[in-house]
């Protein structure tokens, strides 16, 4: 027989205990309450999907990313390592008669082989919320709001949390007041996209290597060391093309500021999401002492549907992991009480009196209520401290005297209080707090 530690688990992969599980529920609970406090409709697809499909969004360079094989139809499929591209290719079925704006939101478990690391793991849990076929700012800081409030859900304030947002297409406009030519803008943007972690003399350097001019060089330094939109607007606020890009954002925040968001939204010039489809405003979620990866990140994506054959359709949209999120959340002492609890534990003194409190017992469920006792015979006190251990709130004690009066003795078990009812007062109370 093979040894137990031969079938240990998988790398990079979570197993979720009870007390996990309800930690991940616990979360499960805030997004879907708050997505569908905003009218979002939830959605899901197939965790496997034709390889293609991520080729098409991302570059070959993805495969190597992926949990990817050709399966025993010879179809090269992939498990899902985001759920974007389903949702682009569900909605390029589907969307033509559709009425727009569309808002869905799901919450799919991905997967992705890469090295993990404290808050990147090999699967995780996501809330992805989009809104396809609305190109206004407003349905940009409409997600943002969304993102927010996921995280505020939690119980997590401005003090935890930060969102940074900016704009590509204002990025396109600096390097274009920059001087830097078309063929360069991609990398500029890798450059960019690294600029808080790689420090000022790496991102000098960075762009140096691209072969740009020392005069264009020396700007973008300049406001990548201090990327305020103040700082922005002194370098670059001359130009149509910088001030329109602004004139986005601005609306963008002040639609969050109206909601009472604005403590939670910072410009950040050096937010560009590294993900090429991205095609307007795009945000990322952080800690606020810097401690942990992207809570959360999103954008305006408005060409992705027409690459998977769907209606060229504008869209934004956001993925917020269950990793980093929990991580926080412990940090900030914020995970709910996961032990096991029960309305009522009931006890019978006898095996005469086993009947009526299994008959009560299941009246009680059926009532709503969770109800627990002992699968097998045992003296009254095991029984009570079996309750305790189940952290019930109510003992309902059945011994020879209530089971003939039709009664039981209902026992506090906080307070140590006890009243003895007739069993049809439990149930008339019971049905009436339902």
């Not at 496997?48 to 360079?61: A, M, T």
């Not at 489809?277 to 979620?285: D, K, S």
């Not at 412990?330 to 008959?359: I, M």
């Not at 709503?368 to 003992?395: C, D, E, F, N, T």
């Amino acid at each position: 027989m093979p040894a137990a530690n031969s079938f240990a688990r998988l790398p990079g992969f979570r197993d979720f205990a009870p007390g996990d599980l309800a930690v991940r529920n616990h979360i499960f609970a805030a997004w879907r309450r708050v997505a569908r406090g905003y009218g979002f409709r939830e959605y899901d697809g197939p965790p496997l999907e034709p390889l293609g499909l991520y080729v098409e969004k991302s570059g070959e360079e993805i495969v190597g990313q992926l949990y990817a094989f050709r399966d025993k139809g010879g179809r090269d499929v992939a498990l899902r390592p985001e759920m974007t591209p389903t949702l682009a290719r569900m909605l390029a079925e589907r969307s033509r008669g559709m009425p727009k704006p569309i808002r869905w939101f799901s919450l799919p478990q991905l997967f992705r082989y890469e090295r993990s690391q404290r808050g990147r793991l090999r699967e995780h849990f996501q809330l992805n919320v989009d809104i396809v076929g609305e190109a206004g700012v407003a349905a940009d800081a409409e997600v943002l709001a969304v993102a927010i409030d996921a995280v505020r859900g939690l119980g997590l304030d401005h003090n935890d949390f930060v969102a940074r947002v900016n704009d590509r297409r204002l990025v396109t406009a600096v390097l274009d007041a920059a001087g830097v030519a078309a063929g360069r803008h991609a990398g500029c943007l890798a450059v960019i996209d690294k600029a808080g972690r790689a420090g000022p003399d790496r991102t000098r350097a960075g762009l140096e290597a691209l072969g740009l001019s020392p005069a264009a060089v020396a700007r973008l330094a300049e406001l990548l060391a201090d990327g305020s939109r103040a700082h922005l607007a002194e370098l670059f606020g001359d130009d149509a093309a910088v001030r329109g890009a602004m004139r986005r954002l601005d609306e963008h925040r002040s639609i969050l500021e109206a909601m009472g968001l604005g403590p939670y939204v910072r410009f950040d010039f050096t937010v560009v999401r590294g993900l090429a489809y991205y095609t307007g405003i795009v945000f990322e979620l952080f800690d606020r002492a810097g401690r942990l990866r992207a809570i959360c990140g999103g954008g305006r994506y408005d060409r992705l549907l027409e690459l998977v054959g769907g209606e060229p359709l504008p869209a934004v949209g956001f993925g917020m992991g269950d990793v980093v999120l929990g991580e926080l959340l412990r940090d900030r002492a914020l995970v709910p009480d996961t032990e096991t609890s029960c309305d009522v534990f009931v006890v019978w003194v006898g095996a005469e009196q086993r009947a009526p409190g299994l008959e009560l017992s299941h009246r009680l469920r059926e009532a709503g209520h969770s109800v627990m006792y002992s699968l097998r015979p045992q003296g009254v006190g095991k029984q009570l401290r079996a309750a305790s251990r189940a952290r019930a709130g109510r003992a309902v004690i059945i011994g020879p005297e209530e089971a003939a009066n039709g009664s039981a003795t209902v026992r506090d078990l906080e307070s140590g209080r006890q009243e003895t009812r007739p069993l049809a007062s439990l149930l008339d109370r019971a049905e009436a707090g339902r």
